[in-house]
Structures are given as C-alpha cells and as structure tokens.
C-alpha cells in the first residue's frame, strides 16, 4: 500500500472549516484513499473513502487533486467534538481490509 | 454503520496471568477480523489477521504464541494475551469487514485497555 504524509499537528477555531491535507505521491491507479479519526482512547471512526472523484457525507467532503497524488477532507463547521486524529490510508479495495495506519493528524478544534 | 463490540473495555491483571479479549460484530458476519495495539501517543500497529476457520496470520515481530487468535465464528474472534508482563500493557483494537459487502470500510471497536501489573 502507498505511504501517505500528513501533518503532525493542526488547530482549527470552532465553527470554522477544518482542511487536512494528506500526500500520496505513489499511489496507485487501484488505490484507494480512506479516511479514518480516532477521539481520545476510542476506536477508529470510518469517515469517508473516494477513488478519484470528490465525495462528500453528512460527516465530511474529501478533495482528491486530478493526479490523485494528494487530497484534502475538509470538516465544513468544526466543533469541539471534531478533536482528533485523523489518518489519512490508501489501499487497494477489495484486498484483504486490513488498514496500515501512518501517524496521522492531531486536529485541535478550540472554542 | 455497522458495530463492532469488544470486551472488556479495560482489564488490570497480573503478572504472568493470561488475558482473552473478545471481539464481535453484532449486526453483520465477518470472516476477517483485525487486531491492532496502540502504545500511548502512537498510532495502531496491525498485528494480526482473524480468519474465520483458519489460522491467523501474524505481522512480522508479533509472537503467534504470545498472542493467540481464535475466530471460532463468522462473528466472533478472541484475542489472547498469554504470560502477560508489564510490557504488554496497551491499547488493543479490533476491527471487521462485512462480508456481504466486499468493498465496505472497516469498522473499529472501542477497544480494550490493558494494564498489566
């Protein structure tokens, strides 16, 4: 599966759009790229997944650029709640399920 | 979506002793079930893949003997951490596919913290 990049840290102002960007210059054609958070001692949260094509959920909207080597989820009204880590995972569907988590974002929403 | 649930949420035990962590998906079956530890401020590590019927297959550096799997049922693994020593004291996650949904993301239970005394 293709290494992604993100940011170790982030902070967001309540109410604001939270952007967090992921880097996945060798992904492949067949690669997807997912989206995962994990709030403090809890499991991770599925959020969204997209091959090419933006999508967007009641949870969140992911940018993918046209070469597909980076995008962005994009949190449109963060609230304290949002407070995070966000992982940022690419893979193959279909293969397995299994998902390599790389260290991920810290977003800190504050009032 | 879809729910995982693991249990115990927490367990404190001694030395030596072996613990079994249950891992189920309550709404859905599963033939592949993920375990994955996570020490304070790092990221899951996978450690192993539950297959249902078969044996599991172990990342590279996790001890199968140590942590044993079973996944007796389509859903239900249990992961066993046996001779426990302070060391092995962390965050343990499962996760599961459905598998009447061949491209589905996978779901997380709430995980299980281990301390070891």
């Known amino acids: 599966d293709a290494k992604t990049t993100q940011p170790t840290s982030m902070d967001c102002a309540e109410g604001r759009a939270a952007n967090l960007p992921c880097n996945h210059s060798t992904i492949s054609g067949n690669e997807y790229v997912y989206w995962y958070r994990q709030i403090h001692s809890q499991g991770p949260q599925y959020i969204i997944h997209?091959?090419?094509n933006n999508e967007t959920n009641e949870m969140a909207s992911l940018i993918i650029t046209e070469d597909r080597k980076s995008s962005t989820l994009i949190l449109p009204h963060a609230t304290l709640r949002d407070t995070a880590v966000y992982y940022c995972i690419v893979r193959v569907r279909n293969q397995g399920g299994k998902l390599i988590f790389g260290q991920g974002t810290e977003l800190s929403v504050k009032p | 979506g879809a729910v995982v649930s693991q249990h115990p949420s927490w367990v404190i035990c001694k030395s030596g002793t072996s613990v079994k962590i249950e891992c189920r998906s309550l709404?859905?079956?599963?033939?592949?079930m993920f375990w994955y530890r996570q020490f304070p401020k790092q990221s899951l590590m996978l450690m192993a893949t539950?297959?249902?019927?078969?044996?599991?297959?172990?990342e590279q550096g996790v001890e199968k003997d140590k942590f044993l799997i079973n996944h007796a049922s389509l859903t239900l693994s249990t992961l066993t951490v046996t001779s426990a020593h302070p060391e092995d004291s962390s965050f343990y996650i499962c996760?599961?596919?459905?598998?009447?949904?061949?491209?589905?993301?996978?779901?997380f239970g709430q995980g299980t913290r281990l301390t070891v005394v």
């Open positions: 539950s297959n249902e019927g078969s044996k599991a297959t172990y």
């Open positions: 996760s599961a596919r459905d598998r009447d949904r061949g491209d589905a993301e996978a779901f």
């Open positions: 997209g091959l090419k």
């Open positions: 709404d859905f079956q599963a033939t592949t």
